[in-house]
Each structure stands twice: as C-alpha cells, then as structure tokens.
C-alpha cells in the first residue's frame, strides 16, 4: 500500500486545515489508518486513527478540534483541523496498519501554525 499526504501549509492561530492521504493498493482489509505527528525536536505523537469498523480515537489534545473521516469512493483519509494553534506545528503521518505485516506511512505533509 501506498500512502500519499498532502493539504499541509501554513495558517493563523485559530484558523483550520484539512489533511488529505491518498491510498493506493489492496486496501480492503486494514486494522486503522490514521495520522500521527511530529513537531520539531519532539517523537512522532499519534493523533487520530480509524478502525476499519468506523471507530475512531483522538489524542487528547486534539478532542473536540478534529475529525478524521474516510471516503471510501476515493480511497482517501481525511483530518479535519480546527482552533488550531502554535503546538499544532509539525509534519503530520498519515499510516495504513494491514491486518497481517508491517505498517505503510505517507510521507508526511508540513503544518505551520502562527501565533
């Protein structure tokens, strides 16, 4: 699988994003996909993962300010971002998690939120 990130840019404290990953390959059967982060000097973080039943888990600094979804017809995970601010900055992963083997990742897109 395949996983191209894209949507990244910069924007004001308090403005919105919207992340998109396209898929490519078998995906039919998954665990999750989701995005993970990585702000400078800091660990790649996850924020936000959906199961391939629908279910979906955020961090808890991101409750209540995103929303990841699925578009199936288009083979693409989505990451709403809203109230966005300065500690939102970082590259954002987007990852397919198979049912069996090793996980796929994007290749990472660039968010630049200024206070």
């Known amino acids: 699988v395949q996983l191209q990130a894209f949507g990244g840019g910069w924007v004001q404290a308090g403005g919105y994003l919207r992340l998109s990953c396209k898929f490519s390959?078998?995906?039919?059967?998954?665990?999750?996909v989701g995005w993970y982060r990585q702000a400078p000097g800091k660990q790649r973080e996850l924020a936000a993962i959906?199961?391939?039943?629908?279910?979906?888990n955020y961090a808890n600094f991101v409750k209540g300010r995103f929303a990841i979804s699925r578009d199936n017809s288009k083979n693409e995970l989505n990451l709403q971002m809203n109230s966005l601010s300065s500690e939102d900055t970082a590259v954002y992963y987007c990852?397919?998690?198979?049912?069996?083997?090793?996980?796929?990742w994007g290749q990472g897109t660039l968010v630049t939120v200024s206070s």
């Open positions: 990852y397919f998690q198979p049912l069996i083997g090793r996980s796929s």
């Open positions: 390959g078998n995906i039919k059967n998954f665990l999750s």
């Open positions: 959906i199961t391939n039943s629908g279910n979906t």
